[in-house]
């Protein structure tokens, strides 16, 4: 399955943003999907991830209270809605999606995006 990342964009500290993960000519609802993030001189890291169904999610500790994860399987797309938003949180996001359970490991998940850009700025 190919996916694509969007959704990105410059916000000051504070702002939202809310990035969209797509499945063209897939059905991404056969999936379980993370969103994973890489800032410049760091490895990628776990953001948060949701169920094929919509009914388990997880945060990393970062983000809890402020993105949330979910689903609209009709519009065949996964959503991270990023409040509150850091200049920390500043790096390119990356959805990833798995036909297994749903993890934080970037090794559960067998298939990538290309990555959107978020930069705050403070």
């Known amino acids: 399955v190919q996916l694509q990342a969007s959704g990105g964009g410059l916000v000051q500290a504070g702002g939202s943003l809310r990035l969209s993960c797509a499945a063209p000519?897939?059905?991404?609802?056969?999936?379980?999907v993370g969103w994973f993030r890489q800032a410049p001189g760091n490895e990628r890291e776990f953001v948060a991830s949701?169920?094929?169904?919509?009914?388990?999610?997880y945060y990393a500790d970062s983000v809890k209270g402020r993105f949330t994860v979910s689903r609209h399987n009709g519009n065949n797309a996964v959503y991270l809605q990023m409040n509150s938003l850091k200049p920390e949180d500043t790096a390119v996001y990356y959805c990833?999606?798995?036909?297994?359970?749903?993890?934080?490991?970037?090794?559960?998940?067998?298939?990538w995006g290309q990555g959107t850009q978020v930069t705050v700025s403070s």
């Open positions: 000519g897939s059905t991404i609802r056969d999936y379980g």
């Open positions: 949701i169920s094929r169904i919509g009914g388990t999610t």
């Open positions: 990833a999606a798995t036909n297994l359970r749903i993890g934080t490991r970037q090794g559960e998940y067998d298939y």
